[in-house]
């Protein structure tokens, strides 16, 4: 069958915002894949029939729990119950495509029972979501109560109260952090889960300041800032574990600080605004700008809405490169070199555009050679630009440990003159109070240079967040040193102003950290291990002569888009295997090379869409060779691992595995150094590169998940020097497919003997990598 006719499974992955249901749809995708693949040569045959059993077998028990869940949960019962139906027709109609009694339906069936299965598994999400926002009001609501007291003996019932209810937020919340995907979002529930966390003993310490010296203005606006903070992070909670939920698309909103106000806005959260997050940054900017260049060198030219898409893009980098080149901090060698490279671009971008518009109108052969020209020097510019920017941003965070050091002295000075000054607005605490303003000022703005060199969502999540948190948090530290000036005697004062000092401390050792990270990812001395990046030139693989690097178009990418799928479920299926070695010393070699292997093949699947770090044809042979040099070295390390099995069934079927690595690593070698002439040729190679990948990546998934079986049924000494644990589902609802991947497995192989000329399969063991799923 056309991959044009199998289901999109892409689109139903895309809605899917969390690693528990990801891994539950993952053995049904794979087996309706199988089963639409392969429906012209067996449809109707016995193995194709057992397949399609299996599958409504396993719907019917996911539809089971799925109702279960509809009878405890009044609030999704309906709808649940209406998915369940769905799915349970949707199963039943996949068994009658496969008994031959309804032949024509095979690729609706399949896409009818994927979408009622995302919709029951996005409907279970939800209940835990509701859970988790259940958690989160009622710490609203403990809030309010606290900011409510009018003595200590209310006070300290409601904070009693606040803390347990606490308590179980930050169980759920870190639950769900674990679990979503996106990493961005990851890193933003990080974030309002340390602002709850640390804020939590200076809303007790202002609160009791407050209670103390009700009259006191500098208590009071110590005290709402903290309320403030923490209803914000909640906030920010809500709406991330919100995102993504049925029905919640289109109002979908986050929480986030405007660029020069202390103020929250709520935005629209749509893909746009992942790409509108990075752009935000003076590096995002800069790599579209490149990517748009790219794009007209490719199209042989731009429209007038490419035209001016490039100038919005030039317009933001411009406004981005303004933090650097406004820096009071920022030395006068890079202010001006910003600057010179800035005109540059946008004078190769006039270039360009006008270049273009003389193709678009006049059609002159003669300037194509100017449009690579215009081209080429925009791109240069760019990278030139990206460099100049990371090295302004490295020379102000060499120095932001020390900065970070003094500002603890200061603060710490600060809180030895305001409990021993006396006087409510002495001189000498005015004057320590602007230091630490001075310091303050300086570090946010370094904060603000490394969001916009951070390379990953994480670090400019952190780097956004750190300079939020000192800019709110840093001038409290002043305002609590003036209660204790107001009121030198009183120990509330005292203790909340050593708590302000604390939480000063705990911010400055973030930024520190974060510029350290940062200068250690932007340094430009190669790493001493690159198992995720291309291989070095002279360093690995065996290619003597370089082919020409050619990219593919969009049809050639529709072509192998299938292949490229399956590639993406089987590093899905590697990653969950991995995940089971929980308790696996980081230096496991097996872990550590399977895990590698499964990033590279990830890479080789966004090659197929045009995406991710593989640019070329080139770059995709010179990955595929760095795989099935890893893929050997794995090979070896595990047939060590195996002769510290005792004999049985489990060595003998990890050796059945193991044997079968040698020879696939050793075709997609001889694929890899295949010459080839022409891009037909090209993409021929491409196709068998990623096809050979997949039979290699199938095998060592196989290897890893059975190296797993085996050291969890036999008593090994190995064991106890990588520390393995047993695997266990610890998920409040268990919707997995273990009999489809039971059943499925085994008449999968037995289709595959009875099309071979062989007939049994009963030796097939039930349960396979990607059936111990839950959501």
Known sequence: MAAADLPDFEA??????????????????????????????????????????????????????GETIADDNPDVRHSMVLACKEARSAGRAIERVCSGTDGAGMVSAARALLAAVTRVLLLADMVVVRQLLLAKDKVARSLDRLESVSNFAEFVRAFTEFGGSMVELARLTAERRADLRDERRRAQVAAARNVLERSTLMLLTSSKTCLRHPGSASARENRDTVFCQMRRAMDLIHYVVRDGLPGHEEQSQEVTYSRDKEQLQPFSDSQEQAAQWEAGTALGALRGLTTQVRAARARGG?????????????RALVERTHDFTDSAYTSHE????????????????????????????????????ALESACAGATTAAGELERALIAAARHQARDLASLAEQARKIATDLAHIASSCGERESERLHNIASQLHEQLDHIIEVCKLLRHIAMSETLQVSAKFAEINLRIYGPQVVTAARTLAAHPGSAAARENLDVFVDMWAWLLADAARLAKELLDLTDERPDKQQYSSLPRPGKHGTTSKPLKAVRLDSDEQAKIAKSGLEMKMMSSEMDAETEKWQGADENNDIVKRAKNMSSMAFAMYQFTKGEGRLNTTQDLFTQAEYFAEEANRLYKIVRQFSYQVPAGTAKKELLEHLDRVPTYVQQLQFTVKEPTVGRAATF??????IQETKHLMNVISKVVTTCFDCANKVPLPWEKSVGVKRHQSVAPYKLDFTGLSAGGAGASRTARDDEAGGGGGTDAKPGGSSSDTAM
């Open 684 to 689: 021929s190679k491409v196709d068998n590169v």
């Open 302 to 314: 731009a429209d007038g809405s490419r035209r001016r898409a490039l100038a919005a893009t030039l």
């Open 334 to 369: 890079h202010r001006q070199r910003i600057l010179a490279l800035a005109e540059r671009i946008a004078y190769e971008l006039e270039r360009l555009v006008s270049v273009a518009v003389s193709l678009e109108e006049q059609g002159v052969s003669g300037t194509l050679a």
């Open 12 to 65: 139903y992955l895309s809605k899917i915002k969390t690693h528990s249901i990801e891994k539950t749809l993952l053995p049904l995708i794979k087996q309706i894949s199988s089963l639409v693949s392969t429906r012209g040569d067996a449809a109707g045959g016995a193995a194709v029939q057992r397949v399609g059993a299996a599958v409504a077998c396993a719907v019917e028990r996911f539809v089971a729990v």
